[in-house]
């Protein structure tokens, strides 16, 4: 089975770091296409970052290029979102999601999603 588990998020101020992990249990992450996305309240949920299985070719929303970095491990089966500078709005509950075929930036190119992990960021 299929699981991912985010952790790290929490409160923290303008310009502060924090790293975000995924625990992706069941699979092997170098397999599969693997995103982070967010979604504040009453917002849609949008992109943040992906990573290929193939090549493991990275891609990022324009508001956080330069400022956040998604790697993974495999010996660990982990997913990570290195976030820095952070900004207010960026405050949203963030995911992971993986997908063994697709990917990519929209929502539905995932099939597996963890719970999230809440991310404050005061001005």
């Known amino acids: 089975q299929v699981q991912l588990v985010e952790s790290g998020g929490g409160l923290v101020q303008a310009g502060d770091s924090l790293r975000l992990i995924c625990d992706f249990s069941?699979?092997?992450?170098?397999?599969?296409?693997m995103g982070w996305f967010r979604q504040a309240p009453e917002k849609e949920r949008e992109f943040v970052a992906s990573?290929?299985?193939?090549?493991?070719?990275?891609y990022y929303a324009d508001s956080v290029k330069g400022r956040f970095t998604i790697s993974r491990d495999s010996a660990k089966n982990n997913v990570y979102l290195q976030m820095n500078s952070l900004k207010p709005e960026d405050t949203a509950i963030y995911y992971c999601?993986?997908?063994?075929?697709?990917?990519?930036?929209?929502?539905?190119?995932?099939?597996?999603w963890g719970q999230g992990t809440q991310v404050t960021v005061s001005s």
């Open positions: 999601a993986a997908d063994y075929y697709r990917g990519g930036t929209q929502p539905s190119g995932y099939a597996y």
């Open positions: 069941g699979r092997t992450v170098s397999r599969y296409n």
């Open positions: 990573i290929r299985w193939s090549g493991g070719a990275t």
